[in-house]
């Protein structure tokens, strides 16, 4: 079983910075292609950044040079440095990940529960 927790969410003044994380758990053979997903309230979920397994990122328009998508493989983590936030970024953010787990290494797309980032003006 794999699991993906995200922690570092809250509260924020515009302007101002916060980090998630996302850890992946459970059986892991090999992480490859991981990604931040936000969803504000009445809208669509949105890609926000992705990385690759070796560290090739891009990002969405509406948080390029104000977001930094990273990670460390070595603790199966994945973070978004997330500066300059404005009260659009409002949103529960979500990360995934392609995980081949288990004796078999089967990949599978999983998702973590979700952090809200709230951002006041």
């Known amino acids: 079983q794999v699991q993906l927790v995200e922690s570092g969410g809250g509260l924020a003044q515009a302007g101002g910075s916060l980090r998630l994380s996302c850890v992946v758990s459970?059986?892991?053979?090999?992480?490859?292609?991981m990604a931040w997903h936000r969803q504000a309230p009445g809208k669509q979920r949105e890609l926000v950044a992705t990385?690759?397994?070796?560290?090739?990122?891009i990002y969405a328009d509406s948080v390029r040079g104000r977001f930094t998508i990273s990670r460390d493989n070595a603790k199966n983590t994945m973070y978004l440095q997330m500066n300059s936030l404005k009260p659009e970024d409002t949103a529960v953010y979500y990360c995934?990940?392609?995980?081949?787990?288990?004796?078999?290494?089967?990949?599978?797309?999983?998702w973590g529960q979700g952090s809200q980032v709230t951002v006041s003006s």
């Open positions: 995934n990940a392609d995980v081949a787990s288990g004796s078999t290494a089967y990949w599978y797309k999983y």
């Open positions: 990385i690759t397994q070796d560290a090739s990122t």
């Open positions: 459970g059986s892991i053979v090999s992480i490859g292609f």
